[in-house]
């Protein structure tokens, strides 16, 4: 088998933490879903599933017990490319257990804090040079939180090169506030990478959280001034709107809400897909919408393979 360093770099790369997610069942809290999850790794699955032409790529670390044996077969069935996940001896994966109240409404356990992905720029890992070549880098603030002061520092720094290069980066700012040591330290990094963004697709809800805007305008306006006008600013059952002021197109609400895990990183996948099809803001709005639509009807992250697609 060739070495997968010597692949080329897959077109689209998302960078982040793949999770084993354990969805406990509120009729047995005795039993539970395994499956495999977490934000940038959602987006890639429906990245993959709505853009079928294109080389869709996870780069994260996993370990090398069983968890991460089967987290490895989870990417390359969905179609991803392994070439940019790198395997540490010794190390775990992340897990955590999530339960659903009856308006679908999520509630988390984490078990997070030894993750491989943690250590992703750690030896044996990634460089920041392997990322080099692909069209798209999309990560978020969980990318950026679960990564040491240092290695966070390097990687923002190297946005501007990659970026200058001709690469664009597309971000989503999903604020935990248990990820990061406090808020000024949260705001700092996000607001560095609102700094190095081409493609902002934040929660309006988020930025708010984190930056204390008074309302939506005063994000839209703080985002601007990063330069970020591409985009869509997610506003849960609101429905989405275009960064640019583009008037959205009339995008009804979810008919039924089971389970709202995903549905921005759906969101992200759906918009991502249209927009590098080459369409029109209001149909990017619209394809990120009807696929988020899609997966909040339904229990856990990820739907059936023939479901979760926003064409």
């Not at 933490?17 to 790794?41: C, F, K, N, Q």
């Not at 999903?174 to 330290?185: C, E, G, I, K």
């Not at 902002?200 to 990063?226: K, Q, S």
């Not at 209001?282 to 639509?293: Q, T």
Request: proline share 7%.
């Amino acid at each position: 088998m060739p070495d997968p360093k010597t692949r080329p770099v897959p077109e689209i790369v998302c960078l982040g933490e793949a999770m084993i997610e354990m969805a406990l069942d509120s009729g047995d809290p005795g039993t539970a879903r395994l499956s495999v999850a977490g934000d940038v790794y959602n987006t890639a699955v429906y990245l993959a599933r709505s853009a079928p032409g294109r080389r869709v790529g996870l780069a994260t670390k996993i370990g090398t017990d069983s968890l991460s044996d089967r987290m490895l077969a989870a990417f390359a069935s969905e179609g991803l490319d392994t070439s940019l996940v790198r395997r540490e001896p010794g190390a775990l994966p992340g897990l955590y257990a999530i339960t659903t109240d009856d308006a679908g409404e999520r509630s988390f356990a984490y078990w997070r804090g030894q993750s491989a992905a943690r250590r992703m720029f750690r030896p044996p890992g990634l460089d920041l040079t392997d990322l080099t070549g692909a069209r798209l880098l999309s990560l978020s603030a969980i990318t950026l939180a679960i990564l040491p002061p240092e290695d966070r520092d390097r990687l923002l720094d190297w946005l501007a090169d990659y970026r200058r290069a001709g690469g664009l980066v597309a971000f989503d700012s999903n604020y935990r506030a248990a990820l990061w040591p406090d808020v000024a330290t949260a705001r700092a990094a996000v607001a560095r990478a609102w700094g190095q963004t081409d493609i902002g697709l934040p929660g309006l809800d988020d930025e708010m959280a984190l930056f204390g805007d008074a309302d939506e305008a005063g994000v839209l306006a703080r985002l601007a001034r990063h330069g970020v006008v591409r985009g869509a600013l997610k506003r849960g059952a609101r429905g989405p709107v275009a960064l640019d002021g583009t008037r959205a197109p009339d995008l009804p609400p979810a008919p039924r809400v089971v389970d709202t895990t995903a549905a921005g990183d759906s969101f992200n996948a759906g918009w991502l897909a249209a927009h590098l099809d080459g369409r029109a803001p209001e149909d990017c709005l619209a394809a990120g919408h009807g696929l988020a639509v899609r997966v909040i009807g339904a229990q856990g992250a990820i739907l059936p393979r023939d479901e979760g697609t926003s064409r």
